[in-house]
């Protein structure tokens, strides 16, 4: 896919709103060859989608021996939406908190109180850091069930339309 129709998906108004919300799912290459898929926070900076992990997460040495990830960002209701994402993750680690996590964990419902506990734990934990996970996007779809179909549903609408008579 062509970085320019990346672009075209991820600027879709659907997109836009789902790469607003909370929590994708990041899907890897464990160490030991097998399939993984973790819910993670992230935030979308317009280039890329931003993870934060901590040092040890044993995610970092799968992703540094194999880079390509896919990401699914959807809703909770019928129909669904669904923005599926490929690309390559790079790994910047980063002393102190990057200011992505305080970001993506800000629209959690969260009293004045409850923020300032839950940063200063953040703080006492992450004494060594974290590592930010850059997605840079090399494809995307985006699933809405109104404009966009699974490329199986797709194919079973037109093979059912190519048996109506018209």
């Given at each position: 896919?062509?970085p320019?129709e990346?672009?075209?998906?991820?600027?879709l108004?659907g997109s836009?709103?789902?790469?607003?919300?909370d929590?994708?799912?990041l899907?890897y290459?464990?160490?030991?060859?097998?399939?993984?898929n973790?819910?993670?926070?992230?935030?979308?900076?317009?280039?890329?989608?931003?993870?934060?992990?901590?040092?040890n997460?044993?995610?970092?040495?799968a992703?540094?021996?194999?880079?390509a990830?896919?990401?699914?960002?959807?809703?909770?209701?019928?129909?669904?939406?669904i923005?599926?994402?490929r690309?390559?993750?790079?790994?910047?680690?980063v002393?102190g908190?990057p200011?992505?996590y305080?970001?993506?964990n800000?629209?959690?419902?969260m009293?004045?109180?409850?923020?300032?506990?839950w940063?200063?734990?953040?703080?006492?934990?992450?004494?060594?850091?974290?590592v930010r996970?850059?997605?840079?996007?090399?494809?995307?779809k985006?699933?809405?069930?109104?404009?966009?179909?699974?490329s199986?549903?797709?194919?079973?609408?037109?093979?059912?339309?190519?048996?109506?008579?018209?």
């Amino acid at each position: 896919m062509h970085p320019h129709e990346v672009a075209e998906i991820l600027n879709l108004p659907g997109s836009r709103e789902l790469l607003s919300r909370d929590i994708t799912r990041l899907a890897y290459v464990a160490a030991d060859g097998t399939p993984r898929n973790v819910p993670i926070g992230f935030t979308w900076n317009g280039t890329h989608i931003v993870l934060c992990t901590t040092p040890n997460a044993p995610k970092l040495a799968a992703l540094r021996r194999n880079p390509a990830v896919a990401l699914t960002i959807d809703t909770e209701v019928h129909p669904p939406s669904i923005l599926l994402i490929r690309g390559r993750a790079e790994l910047d680690p980063v002393d102190g908190i990057p200011e992505e996590y305080l970001q993506m964990n800000g629209s959690y419902r969260m009293t004045p109180e409850q923020r300032v506990h839950w940063e200063a734990e953040v703080r006492s934990l992450y004494t060594g850091g974290m590592v930010r996970i850059l997605v840079t996007p090399a494809w995307a779809k985006l699933i809405d069930f109104d404009n966009t179909l699974p490329s199986a549903v797709e194919e079973l609408v037109r093979a059912r339309d190519a048996r109506l008579p018209a």
